[in-house]
């Protein structure tokens, strides 16, 4: 049976996201691996971020949401890219819509961030996109990346996928009534049922993370 390597920024299994991705995955086994497995709490401390941090926002093991500062997982995902690509991965999907530097692999990269930007900035044009993000410390990096990849008009709300599931529709109206004509669920925690229950509401143009062609991976609305 084929293998795909799949990588968390935070703690595998990813509970909350594979049961969007596997039925995708007929015949093929999902290998999970998270840059925080095995860290302590004292570990865990060590890597949040400082001012001027590129943030990351992601999920432990027992549910619980964490914040880090990307420059002190890197060379954690490289070495698990390193392992997977030894044990006969297809292929590798990232699962986090951050942005990444260069990884070393023999087999494709899958990064969901990239087909989320791109499919955002065919159809946005000259509207103005709404991002949701986990934390308000992402409302920097979260503007200069979208206007980096040529998206205009950017508004962007906080709403933590794995803490205020339940807030969701509040913080997309946010953006719906400051002039959004179409929000972008910027996370890998965001799940489908988040954004279907977005699309029901018959208010939003909705897309999402990891969907984009798995749905491959993007959760916008």
């Given at each position: 049976?084929?293998?795909?390597?799949?990588?968390?920024?935070?703690?595998?299994?990813?509970?909350?996201?594979?049961?969007?991705?596997?039925?995708l995955?007929?015949?093929?086994?999902?290998?999970?691996?998270?840059?925080?497995?095995?860290?302590?709490?004292?570990?865990?401390?060590?890597?949040?971020?400082?001012?001027?941090d590129?943030?990351?926002?992601?999920?432990?093991?027992?549910?619980?949401?964490?914040?880090?500062?990307?420059?002190?997982?890197?060379?954690?995902?490289?070495?698990?890219?390193?392992?997977?690509?030894?044990?006969?991965?297809?292929?590798?999907?990232?699962?986090?819509?951050?942005?990444f530097?260069?990884?070393?692999?023999?087999?494709?990269?899958?990064?969901?961030?990239?087909?989320?930007?791109?499919?955002?900035?065919?159809?946005?044009?000259?509207?103005?996109?709404?991002?949701?993000?986990?934390?308000?410390?992402?409302?920097?990096?979260?503007i200069?990346?979208?206007?980096e990849?040529?998206?205009?008009?950017?508004?962007?709300?906080?709403?933590?996928?794995?803490?205020?599931?339940?807030?969701?529709?509040?913080?997309?109206?946010?953006?719906?009534?400051?002039?959004?004509?179409?929000?972008?669920?910027?996370?890998?925690?965001?799940?489908?049922?988040?954004?279907?229950?977005?699309?029901?509401?018959?208010?939003?143009?909705?897309?999402?993370?990891?969907?984009?062609?798995?749905?491959?991976?993007?959760?916008?609305?």
């Open positions: 049976m084929k293998k795909i390597g799949a990588i968390t920024v935070g703690q595998a299994p990813r509970v909350d996201v594979t049961p969007d991705i596997e039925p995955l007929r015949g093929i086994t999902l290998v999970q691996r998270g840059a925080l497995d095995g860290m302590t709490k004292e570990e865990l401390k060590a890597i949040e971020p400082e001012e001027g590129y943030v990351l926002v992601s999920r432990l093991k027992d549910g619980t949401s964490v914040k880090m500062a990307e420059k002190h997982i890197l060379p954690r995902i490289q070495k698990i890219i390193t392992e997977l690509n030894e044990e006969g991965m297809e292929a590798i999907l990232m699962l986090c819509t951050g942005q530097p260069h990884f070393e692999s023999k087999v494709p990269l899958f990064y969901p961030q990239v087909l989320l930007q791109y499919f955002a900035e065919a159809v946005i044009g000259e509207k103005t996109l709404g991002v949701l993000t986990p934390d308000e410390s992402q409302f920097p990096q979260s200069q990346r979208w206007k990849n040529g998206v205009k008009n950017v508004l962007v709300e906080a709403v933590s996928p794995y803490t205020e599931a339940d807030k969701v529709p509040e913080a997309a109206k946010r953006l719906k009534d400051k002039g959004a004509d179409m929000i972008v669920l910027d996370c890998i925690g965001y799940s489908e049922a988040m954004k279907q229950a977005l699309h029901e509401s018959r208010r939003y143009s909705c897309h999402s993370r990891a969907h984009s062609g798995s749905t491959f991976y993007c959760r916008t609305i």
